[in-house]
Each structure stands twice: as C-alpha cells, then as structure tokens.
C-alpha cells in the first residue's frame, strides 16, 4: 500500500513553524496542540512530526520509536490536560473521506472536559 502525503496539508506548515499554535507537549517525534476549533472544554490534536497520512499509514509504516513516542506523549498530554486520571475522555482519529478526515496528515484528537454522548449519530 503506498500513501500520498501532501507537504502542503496545515498540520505539516504547523510542524514546519509557518503557521502558530498552541502547543501542550512536543517530543522527539510528536507534537501536541489545542485544537482551532475545539469540539468540547478539551480538544487536543496530537500528531506525529513525520509524514503520515492517516490512523493506518502510521501504524502500517512508523518505527517503534515514533509509534511508542507518540503513544507516551498522548499519556502525557491526557494528564496534563487533567482527563486522566480524571473523568476520563474519548481519542478518535478520522481516517479517508468515510471517516470525514479534513487534514491529510495523521492526527488523534483527545477530547474533554465534559459528558461527549455517543460514539456517533445513528
Ligand atoms: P479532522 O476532521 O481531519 O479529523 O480534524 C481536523 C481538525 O483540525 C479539526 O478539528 C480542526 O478544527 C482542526 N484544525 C484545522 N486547521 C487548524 C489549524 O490551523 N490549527 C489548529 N490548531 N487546528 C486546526
């Protein structure tokens, strides 16, 4: 499977420093930030600093220190955005058009600070 990633995507001028953000946490290979247009009282988007595309292409094609990198860093982030330990929170990560993803480089929201409801509208 091969992925097209676009250089040009916000999250990637985001990594490159061309457009600000609020940062939570940056690591080696992660860095998280809040989310433009939050969806709940928390809404933090963490991503991987290399081209990934999607939820999929990190997991099939990222080393073991970006995919343990990123996973530490989302442990961090929840605690220090105080969901967990706490009353907890939801990651979703939208994946193609199906999933409705908007920015083509891979990103997990965490998302808090209240009572979410659903998984989805049925
Ligand atoms: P997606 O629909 O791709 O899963 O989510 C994209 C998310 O990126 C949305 O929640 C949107 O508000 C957020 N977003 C889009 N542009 C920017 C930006 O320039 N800065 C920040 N911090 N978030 C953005």
Not at 10 to 25: D, K, M, Q, S
Not at 63 to 92: L, T, Y
């Amino acid at each position: 499977m091969t992925y097209a990633y676009d250089p040009q995507n916000i999250f990637a001028r985001i990594l490159r420093g061309e457009i600000p953000n609020r940062t939570v946490l940056e690591t080696d290979h992660t860095l998280a930030f809040h989310d433009i247009n939050p969806a709940a009282p928390v809404h933090v988007l963490v991503i991987p600093k290399g081209a990934y595309v999607s939820f999929d292409h990190f997991a099939a094609k990222a080393s073991a220190d970006e995919i343990v990198d990123f996973h530490r860093a989302c442990a961090q982030v929840c605690e220090m955005v105080g969901v967990a330990p706490g009353d907890g929170f939801r990651a979703i990560t939208n994946s193609g058009k199906s999933g409705m993803q908007e920015v083509p480089h891979y990103h997990l929201h965490i998302l808090g600070g209240k009572v979410l409801g659903p998984l989805i509208a049925r």
